[in-house]
């Protein structure tokens, strides 16, 4: 596709129960960002790729949050024992390089975890 | 640390009215990235522009213009002639000039009534 995809658009999930995101960045992105927006606040980063090595994970919340990308394009969000807490909208981004000074990114619609 | 304040939370215009977005920024480094994005209803993040820490020039794009003023380390985004398609949440962000990861601010949302 053109833009970056994620799925599912909505999940609901019972509190404890495991969930796993998707995203399928542009092709040929070698960057993929995982941001984490709660209702009514900015995007806070979580983790960072550069093809299948993740960089950076200083953002995740907590152990029981997981991202890979293992052949340097589709990657997954696992988040295991969801808690309240977790409800959030979870927003993948990829960027052709690596310096986002240089470049521009392209953000997926999301996707909604409501966590009861 | 750095830090992104959006201090208006929402705004409310009639179309055709001018509205002023407000991004004041807290850093130490002399070199630096700024950048405004918008997020319609849609919820995918779409960006506006990018403007670095050396270059003060004011710019304007279509109904958009922006003003960059590093002595109140200030970036500020007006959206002329407002349209009920500018109804959007817009984002002020920072990023350190060797980094990837960006700073939001909390977000203004602007909604444009016809």
């Known amino acids: 596709g053109a833009g970056v995809s994620q799925s599912p658009r909505y999940k609901v999930a019972k509190r404890g129960q495991d969930v796993a995101l998707r995203c399928d960045p542009i092709s040929g992105h070698v960057s993929l960002f995982w941001y984490q927006q709660a209702l009514g606040q900015g995007p806070e980063f979580l983790t960072y790729?550069?093809?299948?090595?993740?960089?950076?994970k200083s953002g995740l919340p907590s152990d029981r949050f997981f991202a890979e990308r293992p052949e340097g394009s589709v990657s997954t969000l696992k988040i295991q024992r969801t808690q309240q807490e977790d409800s959030a909208v979870y927003l993948c981004?990829?960027?052709?390089?690596?310096?986002?000074?240089?470049?521009?990114?392209?953000f997926g619609s999301g996707t909604q975890l409501s966590v009861l | 640390a750095q830090k992104v304040t959006q201090a208006q939370t929402e705004i409310s215009v009639v179309e055709k009215e001018d509205v002023t977005l407000d991004c004041v920024y807290e850093?130490?480094?002399?070199?630096?990235?700024l950048f405004w994005y918008k997020q319609p209803p849609s919820g995918e993040l779409v960006f506006l522009i990018r403007?670095?820490?050396?270059?003060?020039q004011n710019e304007i794009s279509g109904r958009y213009s922006w003003n960059f003023q590093k002595s109140t380390s200030s970036f500020n985004f007006t959206i002329t002639a407002s349209q009920v398609v500018d109804s959007a949440v817009y984002f002020c962000a920072f990023a350190r000039s060797n980094d990837y990861k960006l700073s939001f601010g909390a977000g203004t949302t602007v909604t444009v009534r016809a």
């Open positions: 790729f550069q093809n299948e090595a993740q960089l950076d």
């Open positions: 981004a990829s960027s052709l390089g690596v310096l986002v000074a240089n470049e521009k990114l392209f």
């Open positions: 850093t130490r480094d002399t070199t630096y990235y």
């Open positions: 403007r670095n820490s050396f270059d003060e």
